[in-house]
């Protein structure tokens, strides 16, 4: 049973326009998100988080949204740049256990 | 951000051998340290919690016997993976904790 998906296994966007990223989850327990960005052969790099007492997290040119009602969060970057392109996972667990449950990724590409 | 190194990046052993995976975070200690393994084109499955001084918690489904994890000290946890088999070849990955999780490069294992 995926706890956490993500419906779109890639998405191609074009340079400076904006990109979009969906995440739904289905443990109503999870009350914290993150997005991970992930070149291949690396680990996951910590991009954003965001706290179910919140709906919206914003850090330069990406803004992660949580709709709890939904159980969908979704990851904006504006404007988008070729160095953006890489796979995206978000990740959902407890606050303060650090044990993530991740969606299986969207791979991003921004052509220039 | 904080600095987790994982060794080796790749490595290749013989059906039957064990293979070491060391995880060290450089710049901090990480009395919680998370192993994950990433099937191709597939999510990051957490494998177990390694904690520092005490067992390991295994998720389910993950033999013990078969992934020996042992964390030595604050800033050093290993992964064993013994009598490896060519289905054990996956992309591992650890996470430290410090104030959010911190991710490895990652341990591409090949059994041949």
């Known amino acids: 049973d995926q706890q956490v998906k993500q419906n779109s296994p890639s998405l191609s966007v074009q340079e400076g326009r904006i990109s979009i990223l969906n995440c739904d989850y289905t443990?109503?327990?999870?009350?914290?998100f993150l997005w991970y960005k992930k070149y291949p052969a690396e680990g996951p790099t910590f991009l954003i988080s965001?706290?179910?007492?919140?709906d919206k997290n914003e850090d330069g040119r990406f803004t992660v949204f949580l709709n709890k009602s939904a159980k969908h969060l979704s990851l904006h970057i504006v404007p988008s740049q070729p160095g953006d392109s890489a796979v995206y996972f978000c990740a959902a667990g407890t606050s303060g256990t650090y044990k993530y449950i991740f969606g299986t990724g969207t791979r991003l590409k921004v052509l220039a | 951000g904080a600095v987790v190194s994982q060794h080796p990046s790749r490595v290749i052993c013989k059906s039957g051998t064990s293979v070491k995976i060391e995880c060290r975070s450089l710049?901090?200690?990480?009395?919680?340290m998370f192993w994950y393994r990433q099937f191709p084109k597939k999510s990051l499955m957490l494998m177990a919690t390694s904690n520092e001084g005490s067992k390991a918690t295994y998720e389910q489904g993950v033999e013990k016997d078969k992934f020996l994890i042992n964390h030595a000290s604050l800033t050093l946890s290993t992964l064993t993976v013994t009598s490896a088999h060519p289905e054990d070849s996956s992309f591992y990955i650890c996470?430290?904790?410090?104030?959010?999780?911190?991710f490895g490069q990652g341990t591409r294992l090949t059994v041949v």
């Open positions: 996470s430290a904790i410090r104030f959010e999780a911190f």
């Open positions: 965001i706290s179910s007492i919140k």
């Open positions: 443990n109503s327990m999870f009350d914290y």
């Open positions: 710049d901090f200690q990480a009395t919680t």
